[in-house]
């Protein structure tokens, strides 16, 4: 795999992200179309069970360029084509994707014991090794029970009241009638929420540094090439994971005496009622794997939802109205629970531009999913985002409608698994609760200080090298929201 992606260069994705006339872009997609399908292996004999078909698509690179340029457009297309299981070539091994509410749900609720995590360690060991999304079995049930201790309901109402004045500092200064690209600034505005938030307010060089070693360990995780060699990602990441490492090992025993109400404190001192606690390791290898958790994904999800009221100033205005009515006091956690509308366009928001659309696995054991027989070892992509485009559970689903979620329609209840951004089973979200009020706040403060719009026409493009990032930045505009002039 690692001679593979060598191969392939480490700006590939720049090039496989070039703007395309649409008929050329729709042509180039044909051809990610399954051409000679094939069997993935073959079921045991009397078993009863089907092969998985699929193709491998291009020798050793097989579908992943379509993948980073079609993100979940590429697993719809092969749902459509192939069924709920299928396979294809990825990143040098062969990919089994689990798509529609039936599969993803008896991927991630793993009834038989059959699905691990080592589907994410081949990916992102290196960089967030030992983090709770990369533990498996009693291990995992193990740190998870501890950490939940650092995100009881007292507990995320104290972040809540430790981001705000964050947001409150920032967003209003963002520059007006001019274009601004919106995710950079989520991005370091997240950055700047979670290590006030996690990590207790800290500024200066080596605040800097800390910030940039995280982002050098996201990126590593998805560099195309995958070798410690001199200017590469991947080495700036290894460097960075190792500057982590020795910052939270120094900052732990002083943390330890602390009654601080930051996340690092709080994991620290985390305990069961039974005594389980985590060792300094697990501390250090966990606020790493969390800090990456939770800023990447606020931002994608806060960039869309800006994107999707500047397309929609009809929903722009209603939430708007909301967060006025709220006042000008710092909103706590039951304010920003009381912003219905901006729940409701998250949440759309989330169902079409969600911030992990696959989630992924390895087989421990041969095993069946829906009927076809999937061998020990095989890599596995529950594609949780093609459940939310499901024309059996949503009414026209490319359209942006976010009364979907509201009653009477609740048409994310048709299906257990019809929406879920956040996954589901023993690994769903821990932050789920937290990322959403974050992201709640973002909006609020957002919509309290500028009217946000959107060049006429213009439609975001997704880079999927790792979770979807716009591939421009997402050029929007501010204004003062007093003004008409839109
Ligand atoms: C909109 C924001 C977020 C989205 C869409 C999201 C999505 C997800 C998804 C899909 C998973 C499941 C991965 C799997 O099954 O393998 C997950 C796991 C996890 N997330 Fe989030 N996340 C968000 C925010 C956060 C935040 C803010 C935090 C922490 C403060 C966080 C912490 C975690 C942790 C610890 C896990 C691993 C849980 C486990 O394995 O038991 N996430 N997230």
């Not at 937290?434 to 009217?451: M, N, P, Y």
Request: contains cysteine; charged residues 25%.
């Amino acid at each position: 795999m690692s001679l593979v992606r060598t191969a392939t260069g480490e700006r590939l994705s720049s090039v496989v992200l070039t703007p395309m006339p649409a008929g050329v872009d729709r042509r180039l997609f044909e051809k990610t179309r399954p051409r000679r399908v094939e069997p993935l292996a073959a079921p045991p004999a009397g078993s009863g069970l089907t092969a998985v078909p699929g193709d491998a698509g291009p020798p050793l690179i097989g579908h992943t360029l379509s993948y980073i340029r079609y993100g979940s457009t590429f697993t719809r297309a092969r749902h459509a084509a192939l069924g709920p299981v299928s396979w294809c070539g990825f990143v040098g091994e062969h990919v089994v994707i689990a798509a529609g509410p039936d599969a993803t749900h008896q991927v991630l609720t793993n009834p038989d014991k059959a699905y691990s995590q080592d589907g994410w360690r081949f990916l992102v060991d290196d960089f967030f090794h030992r983090g709770l999304m990369l533990l498996d079995g009693d291990e995992h049930r193990v740190h998870r029970r501890v950490m939940q201790e650092a995100f009881t309901a007292p507990r995320i109402r104290g972040y809540v009241d430790r981001t705000v004045p964050v947001l409150r500092e920032a967003i209003p200064t963002w520059p007006r009638g001019q274009q601004i690209r919106i995710y950079p600034m989520l991005k370091s505005l997240t950055l700047d929420v979670a290590t006030h938030v996690f990590m207790d307010d800290r500024s200066g060089p080596e605040a800097d540094a800390v910030n940039q070693a995280f982002m050098d360990c996201v990126q590593a995780a998805s560099s195309i090439v995958r070798r410690d060699l001199p200017g590469t990602r991947y080495r700036a990441g290894l460097r960075g994971r190792a500057l982590l490492e020795r910052y939270f090992t120094a900052a732990l025993p002083a943390k330890r005496e602390s009654d601080g109400d930051d996340l690092f404190a709080a994991l620290c001192r985390a305990r069961t009622p039974e005594g389980e606690a985590f060792s300094d390791a697990d501390v250090v290898n966990h606020m790493i794997f969390l800090m990456m958790a939770a800023h990447d994904t606020s931002t994608i999800t806060s960039a869309a939802a800006a994107y999707y009221l500047a397309a929609h100033p009809q929903w722009q205005e209603r939430a708007r109205a909301e967060s006025l009515a709220l006042g000008d006091g710092p909103p706590d956690l039951a304010a920003l629970q009381s912003l219905t509308t901006l729940d409701l366009v998250i949440k759309e928001s989330l169902r079409l531009a969600a911030p992990v659309p696959v989630v992924m696995r390895r087989t421990t054991k041969d095993t069946a999913l829906l009927g076809h027989f999937l061998p020990a070892g095989q890599l596995v992509m529950a594609a949780g985002a093609t459940n939310h485009h499901d024309p059996a559970i949503w009414t026209d689903p490319d359209v942006f409608d976010p009364e979907r979620f509201a009653e009477p329609r609740r048409e994310d209840k048709a299906h257990r698994d019809a929406w879920i951004p956040f996954g589901g089973g023993v690994h769903k979200c821990l932050g789920m609760l937290f990322g959403s009020l974050e992201v709640t706040a973002i909006l609020h403060e957002l919509l309290r200080h500028h009217r946000i719009t959107v060049a006429p026409g213009y439609e975001p493009r997704w880079d999927n090298t790792s979770l979807p990032v716009p591939a421009d930045g997402l050029p929007l505009r501010l204004e003062r929201w007093t003004d008409r002039t839109m």
